[in-house]
């Protein structure tokens, strides 16, 4: 069986050279679970602790400050670079899953923060996180919610009302080895994997943030909303614009700051 699918390589084109937009622009979003991921995954001090999908470092970071171990892996080398840079303790490489180079039950927690919906064949993923992981270690992760919050569905909105369609490029996951984003599908994925004490909390939050800065992510190419904004013609790019410009009025505080509603789901279980 090949462990790389369509999705997972066009995952790999989208993240290539936006490690710095990504920075700039959706880690601070990212960030907002990590205390919680954490916590979930009892990460203490001279634990040793894998950090999957770590982009630029924010959970390897926080991890190492509670004086944990860390080791922290991603698929795409310029994320890689830029948490070796953040977390400087940490053991950074680039690595994806499903396919991690370390041996059986090696970590005592493992974390992803955003990682599982950006894989292929998430059962896949999480069985080799379980694999890593020594018996007993706690495993956590986080996901966005679907359907998306008010403040996620604010580009698909916008790319909507614009007339804007998803390139083909751009595969969706196989049905097969997709999963319900609620708190009884991400929960029942951990258990099927064979995790026990399973648990699934929703985590609401607002995202606040600038409208200039919230378009520069997808600007960038960032997020399936960024792939599908650069597919299009000049002509629907200021459409899509202008359909934003007027969207974030819903969003918009007396301070000129959106403030986004965003919903993401903490599971974690024991290996
Ligand atoms: C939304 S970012 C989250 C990054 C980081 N965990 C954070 O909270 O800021 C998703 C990250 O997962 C990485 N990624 C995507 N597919 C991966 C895979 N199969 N294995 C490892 N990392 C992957 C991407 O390169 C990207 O850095």
Redesign the pocket.
């Known amino acids: 069986m090949t462990t790389s699918t369509p999705f997972?390589e066009a995952?790999r084109r989208a993240?290539a050279g936006r490690a710095a937009a990504?920075e700039r622009s959706?880690?601070a979003l990212?960030?907002r679970p990590?205390p919680a991921l954490l916590d979930a995954a009892q990460i203490r001090r001279g634990l040793r602790v894998l950090?999957?999908?770590?982009?630029?470092g924010?959970?390897a970071r926080a991890a190492g400050d509670r004086g944990a171990a860390v080791t922290a892996?991603?698929?795409?080398p310029g994320?890689a670079a830029r948490a070796a840079g953040a977390a400087p303790a940490a053991a950074v490489c680039v690595?994806?899953?499903?396919r991690l180079p370390f041996a059986d039950g090696c970590f005592g927690a493992v974390v992803?923060?955003?990682?599982l919906n950006?894989?292929g064949r998430p059962r896949a993923?999480l069985a080799e996180l379980r694999r890593v992981a020594r018996p007993g270690a706690r495993i956590a992760l986080s996901i966005w919610a679907a359907p998306p919050a008010p403040g996620q569905a604010l580009f698909g909105r916008a790319l909507q009302a614009a007339g804007a369609t998803r390139p083909a490029h751009l595969p969706a996951l196989a049905p097969e080895d997709d999963f319900p984003r609620t708190e009884e599908g991400f929960a029942r994925l951990l258990r099927e994997s064979g995790l026990s004490g399973v648990r699934c909390e929703p985590l609401a939050w607002e995202h606040r943030v600038t409208a200039e800065q919230w378009w520069s992510g997808p600007a960038a190419g960032l997020a399936s909303a960024g792939q599908i904004l650069l597919s299009q013609p000049p002509e629907v790019v200021t459409e899509v614009r202008r359909q934003y410009d007027a969207l974030c009025a819903e969003f918009a505080g007396p301070d000129g700051l959106l403030a986004l509603p965003h919903t993401a789901l903490l599971a974690s279980g024991q290996a």
């Not at 950090?51 to 630029?56: E, H, I, K, N, S």
């Open positions: 997972d995952e993240w990504y959706f880690a990212c960030a990590v950090d999957a999908g770590t982009g630029t924010a959970a892996v991603d698929a795409d994320m690595a994806a899953l499903p992803g923060n955003f990682v950006h894989v993923a």
